[in-house]
């Protein structure tokens, strides 16, 4: 499948089955102004379950399907990174949705700036229900406009250069199962962060409550085993124990951002009772990560997310199509 000149960029998602939103997250990635010079990397459990049309791995520089037996996000977007050909590697999800010129900035970042990671910025993708917009504002409200001096950037959305990425070595899986953290640990280590406001990605959010509530908490847990994972117990004990006050915090973060983007106030009573609940769930996450570690939430958010579609809404699927046709 090799499309002839090198390629620029190599796309890693994980999927796990076939789906309406995987296919037109596809479709968006054929669309790219560069697409013949990306490689798609499609990590899965099962290329037989994944069971994607042959059509679907067209219009690119070349695809591989990686099959792995792991079961945890880092192990996976890690094998991708490895089967990767592209001097750059961008993650993207089933239900990220790339403007056409997005991959071509990516690139274009990366040749104008000695960045470690590029990243975009992020709107929504079905704004109409009050659970997408506190799901987005949780997640995504630090980036829906361009700033400079960021620490981190939009986990499973952003471009990495691969040889620094590389350099983790057998610590890739844990360093990508929470990017926030890659992110901090790169800007130690003298790295550049870029977030570039001619990059955009539309993100797809839950439109019902309770798998928003139960994808934050198990993802809240995995980040703060890891983050705490070299502490001792009493610097443990302390964060669980604060854990309860960071719903607070971050409301007033969230609005700090949502007043340099001039979001509506209409808006913010719209998603006000979700948004609080989401905060919530992060919370109870990152107490019980503090307190007990990960436990099995690595595998239990990637069982989760393998059924992911299966919450994905009509209306949900028509707002993606009207990206695509404005």
């Not at 880092?74 to 949705?97: I, N, Q, R």
């Not at 901090?184 to 797809?204: N, S, V």
């Not at 959010?205 to 847990?221: G, I, Q, T």
């Not at 007033?252 to 998603?271: F, P, Y």
């Amino acid at each position: 499948m090799d499309g002839g000149a090198s390629p620029l960029l190599s796309v890693i998602i994980v999927a796990h089955c076939d789906s309406p939103n995987l296919r037109m997250v596809l479709e968006f990635l054929r669309k790219q102004t560069v697409s013949q010079r990306i490689e798609l990397i499609v990590v899965t459990a099962s290329a037989e379950r994944l069971n994607l049309p042959k059509e679907e791995l067209e219009g690119f520089w070349g695809s591989r399907i990686v099959e792995i037996s792991t079961k945890d996000a880092g192990s996976a977007k890690a094998a991708g990174v490895t089967a990767a050909s592209a001097p750059l590697v961008a993650f993207t999800e089933d239900h990220s949705f790339a403007a056409p010129d997005c991959a071509e900035t990516f690139i274009s970042a990366h040749s104008l700036g000695n960045f470690a990671v590029v990243g975009p910025v992020m709107l929504n993708a079905n704004p109409g229900p009050s659970v997408s917009w506190g799901c987005f504002l949780v997640f995504y409200s630090p980036w829906m406009a361009a700033r400079e001096g960021v620490e981190h950037l939009p986990a499973n959305q952003s471009c990495y250069k691969r040889d620094i990425l590389l350099e983790y070595g057998a610590r890739l899986p844990d360093m990508l199962q929470a990017e926030s953290l890659l992110h901090w640990d790169l800007t130690r280590r003298g790295h550049r962060l870029h977030h570039e406001p001619a990059a955009r990605i539309y993100h797809l959010n839950f439109s019902r409550l309770m798998p928003l509530l139960l994808e934050h908490l198990l993802a809240a847990r995995i980040f703060a085993a890891g983050r705490s994972k070299n502490w001792g117990a009493f610097r443990k004990l302390l964060y669980a124990l604060g854990a309860p006050l960071l719903p607070l915090i971050r409301f007033k973060r969230i609005l700090r951002d949502a007043m340099r983007v001039r979001l509506e106030t209409s808006l913010l009573l719209h998603a006000f009772l979700p948004l609080v609940l989401n905060l919530c769930a992060g919370s109870a996450g990152e107490m019980l990560g503090y307190a007990l570690g990960a436990g099995t939430a690595g595998e239990r958010l990637f069982a989760f997310e393998s059924e992911r579609h299966l919450h994905i809404h009509e209306d949900d699927l028509r707002a993606i199509s009207s990206l695509g046709a404005s």
